[in-house]
């Protein structure tokens, strides 16, 4: 896991029950032992889970290391809401990953 402080840390885990799995009967320390684990079934559903249904995908997804990110992402596949999802998911692949993405919809247009 990324070096959070274990109270912004459990913060975080908090939001992300609440807005990727509020239709689950899941704790802290579930998704703690996930992120802790080599489950990468598990590890893959979080991830999904996060980049379909965070409001902040950003700061959930540094709970990850980068070599896990990159895994995730370089195996991950957009199964639905396409169009969204792919921006979200090129923005914050050259966030986490330091690489660059040309995203036509977020381009300044040109006058």
């Known amino acids: 896991m990324h070096c959070f402080v274990d ?3 459990d913060e ?15 704790d802290i320390r579930d998704l703690q032992n ?8 598990e590890i893959k559903k979080l991830f ?10 950003l700061l959930a997804l540094q709970l990850f290391s980068k070599q896990q990110l990159r895994e995730l992402f370089d195996d991950f596949k957009i199964t639905y809401n396409k169009k969204y999802i792919t921006k979200h998911f090129l923005v914050l692949r050259s966030l986490l ?11 300044w247009k040109k006058i």
Not at 12 to 26: A, G, Q, T
Not at 97 to 107: A, G, N, Q, T, V
């Open 48 to 57: 999904s889970k996060i980049l379909y249904n965070s409001k902040d995908k």
């Open 12 to 26: 975080i885990l908090k939001k992300i029950i609440k807005e990727c799995y509020w239709d689950y009967d899941i």
């Open 7 to 9: 109270a912004k840390r």
């Open 34 to 41: 996930i992120l802790a684990s080599n489950n990468k079934r």
């Open 97 to 107: 990953l330091d690489e660059k993405h040309k995203i036509k919809s977020l381009e």
